[in-house]
């Protein structure tokens, strides 16, 4: 692996050919050689783990360019066998990053049971949303003990996976009494496109400031999800209420979106 | 072939200026924008990340702007909440502010970008205009839904050559098989992270966990602000994204790619570090056409040496096509910002055509990080059966933050 030039860059003299070679003896001697490299990783600031935590990222390359789901399999799964455990938390941060890169499904149960953990909830939510499958169940099954940042994070990401399963949570988080969880519930009820969500949503919207141009956001979010799923009832209902309501000067924008979103709707 | 004229940014302004001053300002509110209230003769602007190039993306609003806001994370000494801002949330509910000029790090440029939109403003914002593919079409998305005006700041379409864009566009050319080889200039070391950083205290005046925004929360170090924030993937994507959206904001408008983006593009490159953007020799990205462009380092490794550069020019046309061609219309001048926030019509430099052209730099990126020849579906702006390297194309975002 090569060292950092005199910048504390790789920029200089770094050898293609010479690092994937080296990588590659790496992979091949096997899960040993993955624990040794994260072994050498340190967290920032308390050593020099350079090289090994170049080789780390270089190995979670190497193995989604295999053309092996096996091999790609036994690279995470070594990897995960990290995490959970005594390994200083910004190491294991690295780890789960080293996830989102070469994780698949093998690893979300050990991701999920990270969604908890303040230190490490936020790299793990976004490593399981990278990896997609499997994340839904992880998300919402830690809801219910998600605190603080943790439950922010989790809303948020069922909201991006758009899990329908979590709707009548995230409806009783749409009144919680943290604005951003509030805001992030709304989000994902839209994104997801729950028709019953639409009450919910206008009455969000009457608030105030941001969290109303983020609750208006979210309604017209939700109409153009229910309009591409053919629910054009639910959506009109939307953009009317819209309409009817913003009547202030500083509000004209929305009241033309909503005004164009039902002359569409309409097909006129 | 005419050769094309080109505009630098200085000239641009200065001819946006003349010709919005050519035109009697008219209300707001009688134009159907934003901050309708009261009838004013200015447009009330705000700056949202105010270092080096903030005043400069601030004057391309155009001279009917008066600043009635600043915003910067490192303000947090003397924000007052009145006109000195850290958190732009609080600029977006102001109602009389019209338009919001965007010159912080481009991590945060679509959010920000959105967030504007959402709140009834037009907006211009700092190339690159995103940080990856997925955002450049929320922010074409906000554009669209809100019916704002958008333009990102970078002018090279505006200096274009017009008779290749019109022959590209006019769909007579059946199969294209011009080359265009950017040589240099894309400040691949200059704008390479440090490998090696350790944590430094944060300044008392930065507020670094807005600073980080919807990327990883990393420890403080100097180098990933102020300038040198452009050699982290978190933040940006190294010289190739800083410099690529001047350069082929030209390129896309000539080849009439505004709407389409490369099938397939290959990287000659190392492996990539996982927060550092480092070197790259050569990427190749090819379209659907045959036009294929190449972005060559000149920083690292051997030369391309593939194909050699080739234009297109009305001989590529057959006689018949070439009386056609010259039938047709002109393409339809490209509209500045400042006009464009006055008369409502589409900025030169929109949203979607933008995204399109800051894709090609986000695609190649992708190919240099993920070390693959990847294939991408321009319609669907997903990759193809390479499932780790469409998780680039769509990075999950730090809550609350989300596009």
């Known amino acids: 692996m090569p060292d950092p030039d005199g910048r504390g860059m790789y920029c200089t003299d770094i050898d293609k050919d010479k690092v994937e070679k080296a990588v590659a003896q790496i992979h091949n001697g096997g899960r040993d050689n993955v624990i040794a490299i994260i072994d050498m990783l340190v967290p920032p600031g308390q050593g020099n783990d350079v090289k090994a935590h170049y080789a780390l990222h270089c190995l979670a390359l190497h193995v989604c360019k295999l053309d092996d789901d096996n091999q790609r399999r036994r690279f995470a799964r070594a990897v995960a066998s990290q995490l959970g455990g005594d390994r200083p938390k910004a190491v294991q941060r690295y780890l789960v990053r080293v996830m989102q890169v070469a994780g698949g499904r093998e690893v979300v149960g050990t991701l999920g049971k990270l969604l908890v953990d303040e230190e490490l909830c936020e790299p793990a939510a976004q490593a399981l949303t990278a990896i997609g499958d499997g994340a839904a169940d992880q998300f919402r099954e830690s809801l219910p003990q998600a605190k603080g940042k943790c439950r922010l994070t989790v809303i948020q990401n069922l909201g991006v996976i758009r899990d329908a399963k979590s709707v009548d949570a995230l409806k009783r988080a749409v009144t919680d009494e943290d604005q951003d969880i509030r805001i992030a519930a709304a989000w994902a009820l839209a994104n997801i496109g729950d028709p019953g969500s639409a009450g919910v949503l206008l009455k969000a919207a009457d608030a105030e400031g941001w969290e109303r141009i983020q609750a208006t956001k979210a309604c017209l979010l939700l109409a153009e999800n229910l309009l591409a799923a053919g629910k054009n009832y639910e959506a009109t209902r939307i953009y009317t209420h819209l309409r009817n309501t913003r009547t202030e000067p500083a509000e004209r924008y929305v009241r033309d979106a909503a005004k164009k979103a039902l002359t569409a709707a309409s097909g006129k | 072939m005419q050769k094309s004229k080109r505009v630098t940014r200085r000239q641009f302004l200065k001819g946006s200026i003349g010709a919005v001053a050519a035109f009697t300002i008219v209300p707001r509110h009688v134009l159907g924008g934003p901050g309708q209230t009261p009838p004013s003769e200015t447009f009330g602007g705000a700056l949202i990340g105010c270092g080096g190039q903030g005043n400069g993306t601030f004057n391309g609003l155009g001279p009917n702007v008066e600043k009635l806001a600043i915003c910067d994370v490192k303000f947090l000494k003397h924000a007052d909440n009145k006109k000195v801002y850290t958190d732009f949330r609080r600029v977006m509910e ?274 240099i990080r993920t070390g693959r020849k990847i294939h991408y579906d321009p319609v669907r702006e997903q990759i193809i059966g390479d499932e780790e390297a469409n998780r680039l194309v769509n990075q999950p975002m730090r809550a609350p933050w989300h596009l």
Not at chain 2, 168 to 181: R, T
Not at chain 2, 248 to 258: L, N, V
Not at chain 2, 275 to 296: H, I, P, Q, R
Not at chain 2, 324 to 330: A, D, N, S, T, Y
Request: aromatic share 10%; with cysteine.
């Open chain 2, 94 to 367: 102001r109602k009389d502010i019209d338009v919001v000029a965007i010159a912080t790090p481009p991590h945060w440029h679509a959010l920000i970008s959105i967030a504007a939109m959402e709140a009834g403003k037009d907006v211009l914002c700092e190339k690159p205009m995103t940080r990856f593919i997925a955002e450049g079409r929320a922010v074409a998305e906000a554009e669209k839904r809100y019916n704002r005006i958008f333009q990102v700041g970078t002018y090279g379409r505006f200096g274009a050559n017009r008779e290749r864009h019109k022959i590209m566009a006019s769909g007579l050319l059946k199969e294209c098989k011009a080359v265009y080889i950017k040589h240099g200039g894309l400040k691949v070391r200059e704008w390479s992270g440090l490998v090696n950083a350790q944590p430094q205290p944060i300044p008392r005046s930065l507020d670094w966990d807005m600073y980080c925004g919807p990327s990883p929360l990393r420890p403080y170090h100097p180098h990933r602000t102020g300038g040198t924030h452009r050699g982290y993937w978190d933040y940006e994507g190294g010289g190739m994204t800083d410099m690529g959206q001047h350069f082929f904001d030209r390129f896309q408008y000539e080849y009439a790619k505004d709407d389409t983006s490369p099938v397939e593009i290959e990287a000659y490159a190392p492996p990539a570090h996982p927060e550092a953007c480092g070197m790259w020799g050569w990427v190749e990205l090819k379209y659907a056409d045959g036009l294929t462009l190449v972005f060559d380092s000149e920083e690292w490794g051997e030369r391309y040496n593939r194909k050699e550069d080739r234009s297109v020019s009305i001989s590529d046309l057959d006689e018949q096509s070439q009386r056609k061609l010259r039938e047709m219309p002109e393409p339809e001048p490209l509209v500045r910002f400042p006009e464009a926030i006055r008369t409502r019509k589409q900025a030169g430099g929109h949203a979607a055509v933008s995204h399109r052209c800051v894709s090609l730099m986000h695609l190649a990126n992708i190919a």
